[in-house]
């Protein structure tokens, strides 16, 4: 069963923007801890992108600084990501990651969206 649902990806120009959102919708889900977003371009690695505490506190790989901004909404366990002024370089599919604690678990779980894709091209 899917853990994170994604969604807002699709095709820009380059200076375009796109907004991509994750939501923990598990109902078994009581909490989640740090968010982020990675994503991979075919024949590369997967890499980050931005990562989000609990508390709201932001990290950006040095690519996404000044560009993309993360945020999240507690009450809906949901992260997204703002992407402003796109580059062809941003081209990838988009995975959202959570760590998440489940009803009855003191421990909390690495769980990964299905990815959504996202192209810049003029």
């Known amino acids: 069963q899917v853990q994170l649902v994604e969604s807002g990806g699709g095709s820009v120009q380059p200076g375009g923007s796109l907004r991509l959102s994750c939501a923990a919708s598990r109902r078994s889900i009581v909490s989640v801890n740090a968010m982020g977003w990675y994503r991979q371009a075919p024949g590369k690695e997967r890499e980050l992108v931005a990562t989000?505490?609990?508390?709201?506190?932001?990290n950006y790989a040095d690519s996404a600084k000044g560009r993309f901004t993360i945020s999240r909404d507690n009450a809906k366990n949901t992260v997204y990501l703002q992407m402003n002024s796109l580059k062809p370089e941003d081209t990838a599919v988009y995975y959202c990651?959570?760590?998440?604690?489940?009803?009855?678990?003191?421990?909390?779980?690495?769980?990964w969206g299905q990815g959504t894709q996202v192209t810049v091209s003029s």
């Open positions: 989000i505490t609990s508390s709201g506190s932001t």
């Open positions: 990651k959570a760590d998440v604690r489940y009803r009855n678990h003191d421990n909390s779980y690495v769980r």
